[in-house]
């Protein structure tokens, strides 16, 4: 479904940004809210971010006033019989939203889809109130909405798949980056970043003499965008304390609220929005406020030290363990999680890609078990409890991060992602993975069509430069091309088609796997080249001979011998991608084709996929041997004769793949 109208409930600042999103991407948006105050609010928000835009030299007047003309604000439900989407964004009470969404039943049309921004309510709770549960999703916005990048897309267990994939193509189609969650309080990324914080407050308390200032620069040092103190005093005590209220009241005494924050609240240090927090901002260089270390004082009397000396690695290691806990709950894959830590909050993706790829691939997961222990003895036992799940990861029994993997929707459509961020380079383990990823693609059953694409905003930009630096062995190259070779050889001859969505830089081993790939679509904004000659190599996947094949040998030839990179319409132009599309339409128009193609008679496709790739391999006169053989299968099937009964009958066929 098309997302072309949303109605947004509540005005004030988080409306105002969403609105602002959904205009920018040429979206009519309607602002509810229940004064007028609130919707002038929310549309003299959009008016400001467009007027900065402008100001800046980032937009053109015109595109700004074409954006602001969609957006309408109104008290009333007029205007919302064809809204297709709901966004309601009003205060954090449950019984707030269910009359909204109860009241919005009569008003809106019955695709509509209703999605909540609630950072901590639950979804199925909210569902209750109105009658069409299975529309009902979560659609949570970081604040500033129009400048945070991250959507978390969260489901129940009663929510359509339809749904979920709609919201997941619409986030990206407004130019987010969507992570979907299942319904747990604090969802992925506040679950994981609340006891983070809370943790530095039991360190401050526990450990003597230490600082929020050594805390915060340890953060800093990191690569945290900044300390847990500072993060604290700009969301907010009194948010940070609601928030952690709800998810002690879902987890317990791991994710225990800090007395030491309720006092804060209590005496009204509620952080930048009051001047005072853990810092006061009432004085130059903000140091921290005589308030707060007169609680912490008093505070610090009420708990046993610990003889451990402050590391780091004591506030990463809560948010492993809960995104430890959300993966093995199965309320989110690896993936998402660590993309919401790393755009939600700002992990540093420079270090590693959230904190479950810092876990396994810097730390280790049994210097992970070994840290947990030890902090269990030493700081407590409760919050460095380690997950069930570590012991079989610290044995190597269970790998977590797998740099390929897939899902399937109700259509038989894969959509398999290549996951080494940052960009997606091809290790070893990586092809490997993503061996094994196709191979169990070809076995499923459920899969009829796989669509290729990159996690993140990079298809593959390549191999791994530190894996073959210092092979100098002239066997062992060839041993590693062969590998690489072997795997894209299965890709090429599939019986399933195969469709690569390229949606960022397409080098060298990237543009290998894509040519491998039986079709190409690519993103406007896709790079693609084999640009190994610059390395003083040449392409060793089947660059060198599958891209000749595809563009023809002249061009084959100046693509791999001056390693340039194509655009996107240049590589259409060339023939190597048979569509170019905008970037947050890449998937979409490739799961359209995919879903066609998986409608189709299993038994047909096989024997189309069969005669074309096998008889694009030979000769004309092999290749009609091959066709004449596979057509003579296809003739005494139940398939063939529904089709053709179909065909009489002007009806759909329902092919049984029999």
């Given at each position: 479904?098309?997302?072309k109208k949303?109605?947004v409930?509540?005005?004030?600042?988080?409306?105002g940004?969403?609105a602002?999103?959904?205009?920018?991407?040429?979206?009519?948006?309607?602002?509810?809210?229940?004064?007028?105050?609130?919707?002038?609010?929310?549309?003299?928000?959009?008016?400001?971010?467009?007027?900065?835009?402008?100001?800046k030299?980032?937009?053109?007047?015109e595109?700004a006033?074409?954006?602001?003309a969609?957006?309408?604000?109104?008290?009333?439900?007029?205007?919302?019989?064809?809204?297709?989407?709901?966004?309601?964004?009003?205060?954090?009470?449950?019984d707030?939203k269910?009359?909204v969404?109860?009241?919005?039943?009569g008003?809106?049309?019955?695709?509509?889809i209703?999605?909540?921004?609630t950072?901590?309510?639950?979804?199925?709770e909210?569902?209750?109130?109105?009658?069409?549960?299975d529309?009902v999703v979560?659609?949570?916005?970081?604040?500033?909405?129009?400048?945070?990048k991250?959507?978390?897309?969260?489901?129940?267990?009663g929510?359509?798949?339809?749904?979920?994939?709609?919201?997941?193509?619409?986030s990206?189609k407004?130019?987010?980056?969507p992570?979907?969650?299942?319904?747990?309080?604090?969802f992925?990324?506040?679950?994981?970043?609340?006891p983070?914080?809370g943790?530095?407050?039991?360190?401050l308390?526990?450990?003597?003499?230490?600082?929020?200032?050594?805390?915060?620069?340890?953060?800093?040092?990191?690569g945290?965008?900044?300390?847990?103190f500072i993060?604290?005093?700009?969301?907010?005590?009194?948010?940070?304390?609601?928030?952690?209220?709800?998810l002690?009241?879902?987890?317990?005494?791991?994710?225990?609220v800090?007395?030491?924050?309720?006092?804060?609240v209590?005496a009204?240090?509620?952080?930048?929005?009051?001047?005072?927090?853990?810092?006061?901002?009432?004085?130059?260089?903000?140091p921290?406020?005589?308030e707060?270390l007169k609680?912490?004082?008093?505070?610090?009397?009420?708990?046993t030290?610990?003889?451990?000396k402050?590391?780091i690695?004591?506030?990463?290691?809560?948010?492993?363990?809960?995104?430890?806990?959300?993966v093995?709950?199965g309320?989110?894959?690896?993936?998402?999680?660590?993309t919401?830590m790393?755009y939600?909050t700002?992990?540093?993706?420079?270090t590693?890609w959230?904190?479950?790829?810092y876990?396994?691939?810097?730390?280790?997961?049994?210097?992970?078990k070994?840290?947990?222990d030890?902090?269990a003895?030493?700081?407590d036992?409760?919050?460095?409890?380690?997950?069930?799940?570590?012991?079989d990861?610290?044995?190597?029994?269970?790998?977590?991060?797998?740099?390929?993997?897939y899902?399937?929707?109700?259509?038989?459509v894969?959509?398999?992602?290549v996951?080494?961020?940052p960009?997606?380079?091809l290790a070893?383990?990586?092809?490997?993975?993503?061996?094994?990823?196709?191979?169990?693609?070809f076995?499923?059953?459920?899969?009829?069509?796989?669509?290729?694409?990159?996690?993140?905003?990079?298809?593959?930009?390549g191999?791994?430069?530190?894996?073959?630096?210092?092979?100098?062995?002239?066997?062992?190259g060839e041993?590693?091309?062969?590998?690489?070779?072997?795997?894209?050889d299965?890709?090429?001859?599939?019986?399933?088609?195969?469709?690569?969505?390229?949606?960022?830089?397409?080098l060298g081993?990237?543009?290998?796997?894509?040519?491998?790939?039986h079709?190409?679509?690519?993103?406007?904004?896709a790079?693609?080249?084999?640009?190994?000659?610059?390395?003083?190599?040449?392409?060793?996947?089947g660059?060198?001979?599958r891209?000749?094949?595809i563009?023809?040998?002249?061009?084959?030839?100046?693509?791999?011998?001056?390693?340039?990179?194509?655009?996107?319409?240049?590589?259409?132009?060339?023939?190597?991608?048979?569509k170019?599309?905008?970037?947050?339409?890449l998937?979409?128009?490739a799961?359209?084709?995919?879903?066609?193609?998986?409608?189709?008679s299993?038994?047909?496709?096989?024997a189309?996929?069969?005669?074309?790739?096998?008889g694009?391999?030979?000769?004309?006169?092999?290749?009609?041997?091959i066709e004449?053989k596979?057509f003579?299968?296809?003739?005494?099937?139940?398939?063939?004769?529904?089709?053709?009964?179909?065909?009489?009958?002007?009806?759909?066929?329902?092919?049984?793949?029999?």
């Amino acid at each position: 479904m098309e997302i072309k109208k949303v109605g947004v409930i509540g005005g004030g600042a988080m409306g105002g940004g969403i609105a602002y999103v959904l205009s920018s991407v040429g979206i009519e948006t309607l602002v509810k809210d229940i004064e007028q105050k609130f919707v002038d609010k929310a549309i003299e928000g959009c008016k400001k971010i467009y007027d900065g835009r402008v100001k800046k030299g980032k937009m053109a007047q015109e595109v700004a006033d074409g954006g602001m003309a969609l957006i309408k604000g109104t008290l009333t439900f007029d205007g919302f019989e064809d809204v297709d989407l709901i966004i309601e964004a009003v205060p954090e009470v449950m019984d707030i939203k269910k009359k909204v969404f109860a009241d919005l039943e009569g008003a809106c049309p019955e695709h509509t889809i209703f999605a909540t921004n609630t950072s901590s309510l639950s979804i199925e709770e909210i569902s209750k109130a109105t009658k069409r549960p299975d529309k009902v999703v979560g659609l949570h916005f970081f604040n500033p909405a129009n400048v945070m990048k991250l959507v978390e897309v969260i489901y129940y267990p009663g929510t359509d798949n339809k749904v979920v994939e709609t919201m997941m193509d619409f986030s990206t189609k407004i130019k987010k980056i969507p992570i979907e969650v299942g319904n747990c309080a604090g969802f992925a990324v506040n679950r994981t970043l609340i006891p983070y914080m809370g943790e530095a407050m039991a360190a401050l308390l526990d450990t003597p003499g230490l600082t929020t200032q050594e805390i915060d620069k340890a953060a800093v040092e990191f690569g945290m965008p900044m300390g847990p103190f500072i993060l604290t005093d700009l969301v907010g005590l009194d948010v940070g304390t609601h928030a952690a209220g709800t998810l002690e009241e879902a987890y317990g005494e791991r994710c225990r609220v800090m007395p030491l924050m309720k006092r804060m609240v209590d005496a009204g240090l509620l952080g930048q929005k009051s001047q005072k927090g853990f810092y006061d901002y009432t004085k130059e260089g903000a140091p921290n406020s005589d308030e707060f270390l007169k609680i912490l004082e008093e505070e610090r009397k009420n708990v046993t030290p610990t003889k451990a000396k402050f590391d780091i690695s004591r506030l990463i290691l809560i948010q492993i363990r809960e995104a430890l806990m959300l993966v093995d709950e199965g309320f989110a894959s690896p993936y998402d999680v660590d993309t919401g830590m790393v755009y939600g909050t700002g992990f540093p993706y420079k270090t590693a890609w959230g904190p479950l790829h810092y876990a396994e691939l810097i730390m280790g997961w049994d210097e992970v078990k070994k840290k947990f222990d030890e902090y269990a003895k030493s700081v407590d036992k409760v919050r460095f409890a380690a997950p069930k799940i570590l012991d079989d990861l610290a044995s190597g029994k269970r790998r977590l991060l797998k740099r390929c993997h897939y899902k399937v929707d109700d259509n038989g459509v894969a959509l398999m992602y290549v996951d080494n961020p940052p960009m997606n380079a091809l290790a070893k383990q990586t092809v490997e993975d993503i061996e094994e990823a196709f191979n169990a693609a070809f076995k499923d059953d459920k899969v009829r069509a796989i669509i290729l694409t990159g996690a993140g905003t990079v298809f593959v930009a390549g191999a791994d430069i530190k894996e073959i630096q210092f092979i100098d062995d002239p066997k062992l190259g060839e041993e590693m091309t062969r590998m690489g070779q072997k795997v894209l050889d299965k890709i090429e001859q599939a019986s399933k088609p195969v469709i690569a969505a390229i949606n960022g830089y397409c080098l060298g081993g990237g543009l290998e796997i894509a040519s491998a790939c039986h079709i190409r679509y690519a993103s406007s904004k896709a790079q693609i080249g084999v640009p190994e000659i610059n390395l003083g190599i040449i392409p060793g996947f089947g660059g060198t001979q599958r891209v000749p094949r595809i563009v023809g040998l002249a061009r084959g030839i100046e693509l791999v011998t001056t390693g340039r990179f194509l655009s996107a319409q240049e590589a259409y132009e060339y023939g190597l991608v048979t569509k170019v599309s905008a970037p947050a339409d890449l998937i979409k128009d490739a799961k359209a084709l995919a879903t066609q193609m998986a409608g189709k008679s299993r038994l047909a496709i096989t024997a189309a996929m069969t005669a074309v790739v096998k008889g694009y391999m030979t000769t004309l006169e092999e290749g009609l041997k091959i066709e004449s053989k596979e057509f003579g299968k296809l003739v005494p099937t139940e398939d063939k004769k529904e089709g053709i009964a179909a065909f009489i009958e002007k009806r759909a066929p329902n092919f049984k793949d029999k």
